[in-house]
């Protein structure tokens, strides 16, 4: 059983940034690909990122490459999502959770495990 904790969202004006976190406890953090996936109010969820453990293989949806980043500290345990030249659209609550072994990175389906998110709310 491995237990999320998500932290940094808030409020940020358009163009600004934020790193969120999200630490982990219980399993073998190291076993996971880690992702994060948002929602936005009548939306459905939806994938940004991922790392694989090695921190290799990093992937991202199309609306956040090259302003978001995904990293991970294994020893930490703590994945993280630094988020730049923030835009109103991306306001939404932000999960993280941890992929079960050899499913698809880019489908919530796949996910084992998840945190309880954090608001990021983005002002124009």
């Known amino acids: 059983q491995v237990q999320l904790v998500e932290s940094g969202g808030g409020l940020v004006q358009a163009g600004g940034s934020l790193r969120l976190s999200c630490a982990a406890s219980?399993?073998?953090?190291?076993?996971?690909?880690m992702g994060w996936f948002r929602q936005a109010p009548g939306k459905e969820r939806e994938f940004v990122a991922a790392?694989?453990?090695?921190?290799?293989?990093?992937y991202y949806a199309d609306s956040v490459k090259g302003r978001f980043t995904i990293s991970r500290d294994n020893v930490k345990k703590t994945v993280y999502l630094q988020m730049n030249n923030l835009k109103p659209e991306d306001t939404a609550v932000y999960y993280c959770?941890?992929?079960?072994?050899?499913?698809?990175?880019?489908?919530?389906?796949?996910?084992?495990?998840w945190g309880q998110g954090t608001q990021v709310t983005v002002s124009s």
């Open positions: 219980g399993g073998t953090f190291t076993s996971y690909t």
């Open positions: 959770a941890a992929l079960r072994p050899g499913l698809r990175v880019g489908d919530d389906r796949s996910y084992e495990y």
């Open positions: 790392i694989n453990w090695s921190r290799v293989n990093t």
